[in-house]
Structure formats: C-alpha cells, structure tokens
Antibody, heavy 118, light 107 residues
Framework: QVQLQESGPGLVKPSQTLSLTCTVS??????????WNWIRHLPGKGLEWLGY???????NYNSSLRNRILISVDTSKKQFSLKLNSVTAADTAVYYC??????????WGQGILVTVSS | DIQMTQSPSSLSASVGDRVTITCRAS??????LNWYQQTPGKAPKLLIY???RLRNGVPSRFSGSGSGTDFSLTISSLQPEDFAVFYC?????????FGGGTKIEIK
C-alpha cells in the first residue's frame, strides 16, 4: 500500500508562505492513474480540497484560494509539494496529502498541523 | 461551485442500530459521490466511491445509494468502531466539495 508523509514547518507567520512536502513510499509517483492531492481540515469545520497534481504536471486548484496556491511534483524524489502564500489565521488547519484516481482519494498521509500566528 | 448538504449534523445511536445519513448536492452530480469516515486524530478513510461502490476491505454493513442530487450512506448494524464523523464528497467537478460532516455518537 502506498504510504504518504507530510513534512514542513508547524508554525507560519501571517502574510508569509506555507510550504509543505509529501513524500511517497511503497509506490510510484509516476503511475498512470494516480492524482496527488492536498486537502485540509479546518479547526471546528470540515474538509476542504485544495488541489491536485498529476505526474505530468497537470494541476487543478480550488478557486477559493485564488492565486495563492501552487502544487508541484518532483518525480525523481517521489515528492509533491504545496505552497500557499499570503497566509492568515484562517489557513490554520491540519493539512493532508493524499492519493487516488481522479474522482476519489484512497490513501492519506497522517496529516500535519500548521498554525498561522505571529 | 457545487454545495453539499449533509444531514443530520450529528446523531446518537446504539450498537446494533441501523443508521442512515443523507447528502444533497446543489446540482446534479450523477453518481460522483464519495463517503469517508474520520475518527479523532486520524486521517479520513474512504468507504464508498461512485455513490455505491464499496472500497475493498470495507465491511459490508456499509452501503451507499443515490444519484443526481440525493444520496445516502447506511450502516446496517452499528459497531463500536463506527462512532466517528462521516463526510460525503462530490467528485463531479473541482473543487470536489465535502459535506459538513455527520458525527455519530454513542447513545
């Protein structure tokens, strides 16, 4: 079973850029059918899909994040990354990386809490 | 964007009870509807995809139905490990919106 592990700072200052990396093990990040997603769980609220990337570099983002988000992939390192700029306290959440076919998510990382605070 | 409305937001039930959760989409999403279960401190787990397809390894007491705008998740006989939060998610078109969640608590 594919395993995913998020890494990155747990504390980010307001207006700065949140940067997270997901490392994939026990599987290929270049498989033909897998989409690599970022999803977050806002405190006291529900789940929010942020975006996905395919190994080719094709990506799609939640329009609510406007132009603040970038997801990239490094197939040689078996990693994909999330950058979210101009963060505010509203971006405080548990961030998950996840894998699946286009229309659903099968495997999730354990999640990483990112707090936006000065 | 498609809006997903789950109901109820919470319910209390006993082990052995039959429980049904509903999810309504703001527009037709065909059968592009998934169900996830999340326990505290853990990542969500996929239970059902494409409205009614049970993921391999998920107990058969879970079932999903519906198409268009109205969907449901049924647990035929609630087990102790089923007390959790359940989310629906549309996968018709980005941003693949999740419902607000249904928390099942022990009565």
């Amino acid at each position: 079973q594919v395993q995913l592990q998020e890494s990155g700072p747990g504390l980010v200052k307001p207006s700065q850029t949140l940067s997270l990396t997901c490392t994939v093990s026990n599987g290929s990040i270049s498989s033909g059918y897998d989409y690599w997603n970022w999803i977050r769980h806002l405190p006291g609220k529900g789940l929010e899909w942020l975006g996905y990337i395919f190994h080719s570099g094709e990506s799609n983002y939640n329009s609510s994040l406007r132009n603040r988000i970038l997801i990239s992939v490094d197939t040689s390192k078996k990693q994909f990354s999330l950058k979210l700029n101009s963060v505010t306290a509203a971006d405080t959440a548990v961030y998950y990386c996840a894998r699946g076919p286009l229309r659903f998510v099968e495997d999730w990382g354990q999640g990483i809490l990112v707090t936006v605070s000065s | 964007d498609i809006q997903m409305t789950q109901s109820p937001s919470s319910l209390s039930a006993s082990v052995g009870d039959r429980v049904t959760i509903t999810c309504r989409a703001s527009q037709s999403i065909s059968s592009y509807l998934n169900w996830y279960q999340q326990t505290p401190g853990k990542a969500p787990k996929l239970l059902i995809y494409s409205a009614s397809r049970l993921r391999n390894g998920v107990p058969s007491r879970f079932s999903g139905s519906g198409s268009g705008t109205d969907f449901s998740l049924t647990i035929s006989s609630l087990q102790p490990e089923d007390f959790a939060v359940f989310y629906c998610q549309e996968s018709h078109s980005p941003p693949f919106t999740f419902g607000g969640g249904t928390k099942i608590e022990i009565k």
